[in-house]
């Protein structure tokens, strides 16, 4: 299980069985309750992890004090992957969002790994180039969209940590909406004020219906919004 786990995630998709079997004798896995530290900004960064189930808050601390959160990851998600190769600290906290499990890899072992197998070391060069592309045009994509879409480019994303792409066939998605408003805006670069004022515009649109810790959304009228390119 655990192998077909790291064949879908991004890091290691392209490897083949052997790389894969390598990797999975290397990994660790370890349970997390709702609200768990699993890494604090600027511990030194000897692991990366993987999501198999819950999901992860990514959060910075201001020099005021005041928590940001970056990102939610989910089901098959990365994080901490920007210390590979490198000697950096973690540059963010991470946080249990709900009860979960993680597999981690620690980089001494995947660097030993990686003498062993230098075809190993460029194909994890080459995933982690293309993810910087991707974040590069993500961040492009948020700089041109107001803050409307943006909104609408948050739940869906969040919706997909939630298994989205699996459901996109239906006519509606719940997404279970564990984070305050604010946390919301912080990841859109927003106030909870506006947010608020753009879910409601999302509702009377009839793109969403609002509920308790949770909001549906309507996939078919999205789809004919055709809001996001």
Known sequence: MLKQILKNLFLFAKLNDTQLDK???????????KNSIIIREGEAGAN????????????????????????????????????????????????????????????????????????????????LSQRLYDTQNKIKQLAVHNVYERTLILLLDLARNQGLDEQAHHNSFTLAVPLSRTELANIIGTTRETL???????????????????????????????LIN
Do not use: H, W
């Open 23 to 33: 990797i999975c004798a290397l990994i660790k896995e370890k349970s997390y309750k």
């Open 48 to 127: 990366v992890f993987f999501v198999v189930e819950g999901s992860v808050k990514i959060t910075k601390i201001s020099p005021e004090g005041r928590e940001y959160t970056l990102k939610i990851v989910g089901q098959g998600d990365v994080f901490a992957e920007v210390i590979l190769f490198t000697n950096l600290a973690y540059p963010a906290n991470a946080t249990a969002l709900t009860n979960s499990r993680l597999a981690s890899l620690a980089i001494s072992d995947l660097e030993t790994l990686i003498s062993k197998d230098a075809s190993l070391g460029i194909e994890l060069i080459r995933v």
């Open 196 to 226: 608020t004022r753009m879910l409601g515009r999302l509702k009377q649109a009839g793109l969403i219906k609002i509920g308790e810790n949770a909001i549906e959304l309507n996939l078919s009228k999205i789809n004919q919004a055709q």
